[in-house]
């Protein structure tokens, strides 16, 4: 059974940083995909914001490019170093993980959510003056 769970959320003002984590189990696939996604008030789906493959492959959404840095640890751990925070930001944080298949990012976007079958709960990220 896959299990992922979130932390490290919490409110900041603009300009700071945050780190979410992600701790992933039973993925026992050899080749992967893990991401972090966002739901933004008022919106209905969840927004890419940045995956990573079992080969260090990165994809970014253009809003965070340059401020977000994703990482990871075999499948068992993937981080979301946020930097120079904006208001903007302000969001439920999902951590998710699939199976990387060779179609991955050819059809649709590597930020696409059909990549990912499996999700944690979230943690909201809240960025105020």
């Known amino acids: 059974q896959v299990q992922l769970v979130e932390s490290g959320g919490g409110s900041v003002q603009p300009g700071k940083s945050l780190t979410l984590s992600c701790t992933a189990s039973?993925?026992?696939?050899?080749?992967?995909?893990l991401g972090w996604f966002r739901r933004i008030p008022g919106q209905e789906v969840e927004e890419g914001v940045a995956?990573?493959?079992?080969?260090?492959?990165e994809f970014y959404a253009d809003d965070v490019k340059g401020r977000f840095t994703i990482s990871h640890i075999n499948a068992n751990k993937v981080y979301l170093q946020m930097n120079s925070l904006k208001p903007d930001d302000t969001a439920m944080y999902y951590c998710?993980?699939?199976?990387?298949?060779?179609?991955?990012?050819?059809?649709?976007?590597?930020?696409?959510?059909?990549?990912?079958?499996?999700w944690g709960q979230g943690t909201q990220v809240t960025v105020s003056s």
């Open positions: 995956t990573i493959d079992e080969g260090d492959r």
């Open positions: 039973g993925l026992d696939f050899g080749t992967y995909v």
């Open positions: 998710a993980a699939g199976y990387r298949s060779a179609a991955y990012g050819t059809y649709a976007s590597p930020l696409a959510p059909q990549w990912f079958g499996y």
